[in-house]
């Protein structure tokens, strides 16, 4: 197919994207994100709660109240979503397991160009054996076929790997740290290197993403526009390291040493099938454990389905993203560990 131009859009294309929607602008993903597109200056954004919801959102976002599973729930979607350019899907993993089709059906009946569904993790889309080793991969897959299905909205998949402070801090089950106890399980010798983000750093991603041109000027522009990445992955990252790595890192930020935890060692292997084996009797916990220790799996089955990368891996310098300090971010994981503990 060959690539739009603006000049050849209808009378009234402004060639820019100015609104956007998200759903779960008031959690840990979509907070961030709305945070740093409404920073731009360029969109107006506007976030869909249920009603009665008690998450607060960035200043400056408009909300619209919708309860999904109403009897007009779909007809109340696609009015919220008529006149928008972008809807950013950030679910709950407690949502109901039909709510990102009923969001991307009603999408499409509004006419939303570009919806970045729910998934932030997958880069590998048409590696199957990948995809299904890695658990989650399939149901990002899922998600953006469905969105295809509908025939009328594009899709952009930001991968990113999981979450860094959200990981470090949320306990044993994802990155293996127990912070507040000073306890930590290494998978296998804990040498193995994984891409992983900052909530923030693709907050900036996406910002910067949709502050772009949408369409080429004309056959002559090679500028960056967001059409580049219709219907393909946009990869960010924001440290390549390794639980040692991580581990160095909350020492130097708590002033400990290795003679102050309790260092414990798990095959990554047997770590995943305890983890499906979970999955039985407790489907989130299993699920959870089964996730992070495919990524580190001795194997090249990580989110970006390779075991080692350097930045030309992901697109930040694309993008123009700032380089991290990993002792900031582990900062912030630690401080959350200890409020929730406290």
Request: hydrophobic share 40%.
């Amino acid at each position: 197919m060959s690539v739009k131009c603006a000049k050849d859009q209808p009378a009234g294309f402004t060639n820019r994207i100015e609104r956007i929607a998200i759903v779960g602008a008031g959690g840990t993903v979509g907070y961030p994100i709305a945070e740093e597109l409404l920073a731009t200056g360029k969109h107006s954004v506007t976030a869909l709660t249920r009603p009665g919801s008690t998450n607060s959102v960035p200043a400056g976002v408009k909300t619209i109240a919708v309860s999904y599973d109403s009897e007009d729930g779909e007809a109340a979607l696609v009015d919220a979503f008529r006149g928008q350019q972008v809807l950013i899907i950030c679910l709950s993993p407690a949502a109901a397991p039909d709510t990102h089709h009923r969001l991307v059906v009603a999408a499409a009946k509004a006419g939303v160009p570009y919806v970045v569904p729910n998934g932030w993790g997958w880069l590998w889309l048409d590696d199957e054996e990948k995809r299904q080793k890695s658990i989650h991969g399939e149901m990002v897959y899922q998600n953006l076929k469905q969105v295809e299905a509908e025939g009328v909205s594009s899709w952009i998949c930001v991968c990113c790997s999981f979450w860094y402070e959200f990981s470090l801090y949320t306990g044993e089950r994802a990155y293996g740290f127990t912070l507040p106890d000073k306890k930590v399980t290494l998978f296998d010798d804990g040498e193995k290197k994984i891409w992983t983000s900052t909530t923030r750093q693709v907050g900036r991603a996406i910002a910067k993403l949709f502050s772009l041109k949408e369409l080429p000027e004309d056959e002559n522009d090679h500028g960056l526009t967001v059409s580049r990445w219709r219907n393909r992955p946009l990869s960010v990252g924001s440290f390549n390291v390794s639980q040692r790595d991580m581990l160095d890192s909350v020492h130097r930020v708590m002033g400990t040493t290795d003679e102050d935890w309790i260092i414990t060692k798990e095959p990554s292997v047997a770590r995943r099938e305890r983890g499906l084996k979970l999955m039985a009797t407790d489907p989130r916990q299993g699920f959870v454990l089964a996730l992070y220790a495919s990524i580190f799996l001795p194997e090249d089955v990580g989110f970006f389905g390779k075991s080692t990368f350097d930045e030309e891996d992901v697109d930040n310098r694309l993008l123009g993203l700032p380089k991290e300090d990993l002792d900031e971010a582990t900062k912030r994981a630690i401080d959350i560990a200890v409020k929730v503990k406290e």
